[in-house]
């Protein structure tokens, strides 16, 4: 089995991102010199993904401006417009309806604004769990810690049972947004709905779930993350950290920010020992501090 078509989720509204989420969509935000919808393309297509799949809605225009300016070398990038947007199951159906898809085939998700590496094989389990005909999904959980304010999921012999609110008591392992889903025999749905509603419905049909236990997940999913991990990948050591590779492995400068966001940060020798400080990032004209 292999992943035939990957779908990058980035039609949010960006209203986390503060006052230049409202001018600048957050997936072709910098992360040094590469936009993070640039990095996301270049992760699929890592894992051998010829098809790619991007979902749009709010400020559609300026990805696909973006778009157009990068390397799409060696896969095909198809642009699904969403109004009025579909929500994650519905996005799902959207793209497997497509007359080249049909419901056929094996779909990597990924959100837009959150990165997870892992070793590699652990994809070819995910594959080779999904080869049983009562599967669905492999998802990919994470370890957090019990005072993180995410969903926990309840696994029972690698199978996912139960998702809740977190208790607190305990770290527990949560859905990263990364997954496999099995597209064959997927029951259509039209307009907007729910991923786990239908796509992965858990109670009815078999749903893996993956918890690497070495991981990095990079979150820049609000403006003080964005600026936080921007921090935090200033003060660490290439060989110590797999998303810094990942990253100069496709060209990354890491001394450089793309000039459609001038990213002024303060006290990079605090960032070395762990500590936030402020900057100050601007696009267009609209300034916001960080």
Known sequence: MQ?????????GLGTRMGELGKVLPKVIWPIFSKSV???????????GIKNIYINVHFLAEEIKKHLATISHENVKITILQENPLLDSGGAIHNLAVQNEVNYKGN??????DQFLL?????????????????????LFGIQVDKNASYNETKIENGILVDIQKNSGFN???TYSGLGIVKLDGLAPVAGASKFFQTVVNY???????????????????????????????AGQKKETNL???????HSVDLNQYNNFLDLTLHSIDLAQKGVFHSGMISYNGVEQKI
């Not at 992943?3 to 039609?11: G, N």
């Not at 919808?37 to 894992?47: A, G, H, N, P």
């Open 3 to 11: 992943l035939d078509y990957a779908l990058i989720l980035s039609a």
């Open 37 to 47: 919808l640039e990095l996301q393309i270049d992760y699929c297509r890592d894992l």
């Open 107 to 112: 779909l990597l998700l990924v959100n837009g």
């Open 118 to 138: 892992f070793q590699k094989d652990l994809f070819n389990q995910a594959l080779q769990l999904l080869a049983t005909p009562e599967a669905r999904a492999a």
């Open 171 to 173: 770290d527990y392992v």
């Open 203 to 233: 109670k009815s049909e078999k749903t893996y779930m993956i918890t690497p236990e070495l991981f990095e997940y990079w979150d820049f999913g609000t403006a003080e993350l964005y600026s936080k991990n921007i921090f935090k990948m």
């Open 243 to 249: 998303f810094k590779n990942f990253l100069t492995s």
